[in-house]
């Protein structure tokens, strides 16, 4: 079964870090490019970050540069997101997903609450 | 930044109607636009994929259509289940956006 499986959310004080993880399964990790998406409270979906299959490049929303680093371990089949200098407005569900631009496979999210 | 434009906001219709979702983009993104379903509490879904491709698994009743900057989701003849948040999403320029989303109410 192909399944993708986020941790690492949690509460955490402005200007603190956080580093979410995304472990896949049942299909070739390495031959896909993946990305993150995100849902602040009662909003919409909020395209963050990608990062190509071998992980040679990576591509981030504006609201993200300079604060969050998209990596990936394809021997561990795993996706991560550093985020750093976290702000009240990035409190939101985060999901990793399948593709570089229209996402067929989706985790279930991890909620970062950003709050002092 | 490409902005999308979904309405109506809010569409409330019975089982067995028709519903037309409408997305519009600020300019042309061609035929790389997306449909997603999300209901609640749960994570999207791929519906629709390049305006018009059904992803896997998804009922003949879905369907999409529309090129550069009309585009049109159009769910055949509505199930209580459809009932759910739809988005449209584009992928001719970085960064991808979404659009505002439509909630679909069945009566």
């Known amino acids: 079964e192909v399944q993708l499986l986020e941790s690492g959310g949690g509460l955490v004080q402005p200007g603190g870090s956080l580093r979410l993880s995304c472990a896949a399964s049942g299909f070739t990790f390495s031959s896909f490019a993946m990305s993150w998406v995100r849902q602040a409270p009662e909003k919409g979906l909020e395209w963050v970050s990608a990062?190509?299959?071998?992980?040679?490049?990576?591509y981030y929303a504006d609201s993200v540069k300079g604060r969050f680093t998209i990596s990936r371990d394809n021997s561990e089949n795993t996706l991560y997101l550093q985020m750093n200098s976290l702000r009240a407005e990035d409190t939101a569900v985060y999901y990793c997903?399948?593709?570089?631009?229209?996402?067929?496979?989706w985790g279930q999210g991890t909620t970062v609450t950003v709050s002092s | 930044e490409i902005v999308l434009t979904q309405s109506p906001a809010t569409l409330s219709l019975s089982p067995g109607e028709r519903a037309t979702l409408s997305c519009r983009a600020s300019q042309s993104v061609s035929s790389y636009l997306a449909w997603y379903q999300q209901k609640p509490g749960q994570a999207p879904r791929l519906l629709i994929y390049d305006a018009s491709n059904r992803a896997t698994g998804i009922p003949a009743r879905f369907s999409g259509s529309g090129s550069g900057t009309d585009f049109t989701l159009t769910i055949s003849s509505l199930e209580p289940e459809d009932l759910a948040v739809y988005y449209c999403q584009q992928r001719s320029n970085w960064p991808r956006t979404f659009g505002g989303g439509t909630k679909v109410e069945i009566k």
């Open positions: 990062i190509t299959s071998g992980g040679g490049a990576t």
């Open positions: 997903a399948r593709g570089p631009s229209s996402w067929d496979v």
